[in-house]
T-cell receptor
């Protein structure tokens, strides 16, 4: 079992650009959550997808959007990037309450 | 809003000693409390969790305790080893409809050989 995988590993974007991050959940998991982790802080919940619908959303602006595909994989899209969007973006998959995290995508906005 | 506080922010112990990390939560409806270990360059790894219907849970050198009345929960690591060095996060959520998980700010644990 490959566990949760994320791509790309690292990404550098310019302010104002758009970015798409990808996540493949652990085998058998149907729920995907996305988190933003700034340096030296705990992960902050962005949103959660289940059955291709956004089920829960944290306190993030509409510039952050997502999608879940029929195979349960997911994408996180961020539009109009700001310097403050620089962070580690984590994907977590779950079947019930236990969440398993991927290694994250390090996004740097310059 | 929901909030999880965590102390201390940094902790340094000698190998073989015990380490204790304490957390408090604000949402009285929270009833699931996972703990995560995050090593450099990796995502958080679930190491142990506890639900509100129990007060303590052990797994080898790791134990968690929960006081729902005081809204406190703690992680205890005994016989610490250098490989325990990492950042530890406590978290809280509700076991209903796959509620979002609220994380504490983390504790950086260093185990000195």
């Amino acid at each position: 079992d490959a566990g949760v995988t994320q791509s790309p590993t690292h990404l550098i974007k310019t302010r104002g650009q758009q970015v798409t991050l990808r996540c493949s959940p652990k085998s058998g998991h149907d729920t995907v959550s996305w988190y933003q982790q700034a340096l030296g802080q705990g992960p902050q919940f962005i949103f959660q997808y289940y059955e291709e619908e956004e089920r829960q959303r944290g306190n993030f602006p509409d510039r952050f959007s997502g999608h879940q595909f029929p195979n349960y994989s997911s994408e996180l899209n961020v539009n109009a990037l700001l310097l403050g969007d620089s962070a580690l973006y984590l994907c977590a998959s779950s079947l019930e309450n236990e969440q398993y995290f991927g290694p994250g995508t390090r996004l740097t906005v310059t | 809003g929901e909030n999880v506080e965590q102390h201390p922010s940094t902790l340094s112990v000698q190998e073989g000693d015990s380490a204790v990390i304490k957390c408090t939560y604000s949402d009285s409806a929270s009833n699931y409390f996972p703990w995560y270990k995050q090593e450099l360059g990796k995502g958080p790894q679930l190491i142990i969790d506890i639900r509100s219907n129990v007060g303590e849970k052990k797994d080898q050198r790791i134990a968690v305790t929960l006081n729902k009345t005081a809204k406190h929960f703690s992680l205890h690591i005994t016989e610490t080893q250098p490989e325990d060095s990492a950042v530890y996060f406590c978290a809280a959520s509700r076991v209903t409809s796959y509620d979002k998980v609220i994380f504490g700010p983390g504790t950086s644990l260093s185990v000195i050989p």
